[in-house]
């Protein structure tokens, strides 16, 4: 009798160790997720890259979203554009990467459908050195058990402390607009 | 007079498709084709996971932008993305065969873009294999 409780007690204890693990594990994420950049004007070559290597995760307990974006990965049509983009306006070699970290509002993950809701998110984009607080509203469903979020604001260089030379001032848009595409799954 | 004329025209006809040429050749400039290149370095997964964990800023310098042929197992399989060694994230160029089962030792060649501290693994694109 002693022995039968001994192992209820130790299977009751394992199993709230494996519920607590399973609560702890809820983070989803993207490692291929994408975000592209466009700040074309009319009638000049257009100015846009994507990068479709974006690590994206979120912890569906918090509610916290981290989105991380190397440079190195955004990608040009035009070979000169994503050399100009990488030493002389974001300077990839001393900033390399992009981050988001930011929280859904009022979001449950178990409300969750195949038809996409807004979520508003407020976080904060760091680039180039820089932070700037970003509030947006992201639309958010799901395909099976893959959690699709897109989304697009817009930043200004600026913003960042990205100057661009007057003499080609004409063919940068002032106002660049930045959209996402993440797949997240359980790893 | 008129062939004169009729020179001076072709003349100019041909050094405005010269200079558009030109033009364009520098402005839509070739890519890098990554599987053209030679690998600088040669190293194993977990070995550049320790150098970019541990100083990110040097080992970028060395290794950022720069074709690399990195060995390691292979942890995970998903679409054309590979990883070694849970340390590094292989994306494939879209032509390679992902048909690679874990546990596989491989050889990969590719451009290393940097280190992802989400992941905490270095990412490499652009990416073939040469099977161990």
């Known amino acids: 009798m002693k022995y039968t409780n001994k192992i209820t007690q130790t299977s009751i204890g394992l199993l709230l160790l494996i519920g607590a693990f399973q609560l702890q594990a809820q983070k989803l994420?993207?490692?291929?997720?994408?975000?592209?950049?466009?700040?074309?004007?009319?009638?000049?070559?257009?100015?846009?890259?994507?990068?479709?290597?974006?690590?994206?995760?979120?912890?569906?307990?918090?509610?916290?979203?981290?989105?991380?974006?190397?440079?190195?990965?955004?990608?040009f049509k035009n070979s000169l554009m994503e050399e100009h983009f990488n030493e002389n306006y974001i300077e990839s070699e001393t900033y390399p990467k992009a981050t988001f970290k930011g929280q859904l509002k009022d979001f449950d993950i178990t409300g969750v459908t195949n038809q996409p809701q807004?979520?508003?998110?407020?976080?904060?984009?760091?680039?180039?050195?820089?932070?700037?607080?970003?509030?947006?509203?992201?639309?958010?469903?799901?395909?099976?058990?893959?959690?699709?979020?897109?989304?697009?604001?817009?930043?200004?260089?600026d913003d960042f402390d990205i100057s661009i030379?007057?003499?080609?001032?004409?063919?940068?848009?002032?106002?660049?607009?930045?959209?996402?595409?993440?797949?997240?799954?359980?790893l | 007079m008129k062939k004169k004329l009729i020179l001076a025209l072709s003349g100019l006809i041909v050094g405005v498709a010269a200079l558009a040429f030109?033009?364009?050749?520098?402005?839509?400039?070739?890519?890098?084709?990554i599987a053209d290149e030679e690998a600088v370095f040669f190293v194993p997964a977990d070995e550049l996971q320790y150098v970019f964990a541990n100083d990110e800023r040097s080992a970028g310098a060395k290794y950022m932008d720069q074709v690399i042929k990195v060995s390691g197992k292979v942890t995970d399989v998903e679409g054309h993305s590979?990883?070694?060694?849970?340390?590094?994230?292989?994306?494939?160029?879209n032509d390679a065969t992902t048909a690679f089962q874990e546990g596989k030792e491989l050889i990969i060649k590719g451009r290393c873009v940097g280190f992802?501290?989400?992941?905490?693994?270095v990412k490499i694109d652009q990416a073939e294999i040469n099977l161990k």
């Not at chain 2, 060694?85 to 292989?90: A, K, P, S, T």
């Open chain 1, 29 to 75: 994420v993207d490692r291929n997720g994408q975000v592209a950049f466009k700040a074309s004007e009319a009638l000049f070559e257009p100015v846009e890259a994507k990068n479709q290597s974006v690590t994206a995760v979120l912890d569906t307990q918090s509610n916290e979203i981290a989105s991380l974006a190397l440079m190195k990965g955004f990608r």
């Open chain 1, 118 to 157: 807004q979520v508003r998110v407020d976080g904060k984009l760091e680039l180039h050195g820089k932070e700037k607080a970003i509030e947006t509203y992201l639309n958010i469903g799901k395909t099976g058990d893959v959690l699709i979020i897109t989304g697009s604001f817009m930043v200004t260089p």
């Open chain 1, 165 to 186: 030379p007057s003499i080609v001032k004409n063919k940068i848009a002032k106002e660049v607009t930045i959209s996402l595409d993440f797949n997240l799954k359980a």
């Open chain 2, 22 to 33: 030109i033009i364009s050749a520098t402005l839509n400039g070739k890519h890098r084709v």
């Open chain 2, 82 to 93: 590979i990883v070694l060694d849970n340390r590094v994230l292989v994306n494939l160029l």
């Open chain 2, 116 to 121: 992802d501290e989400l992941l905490l693994q």
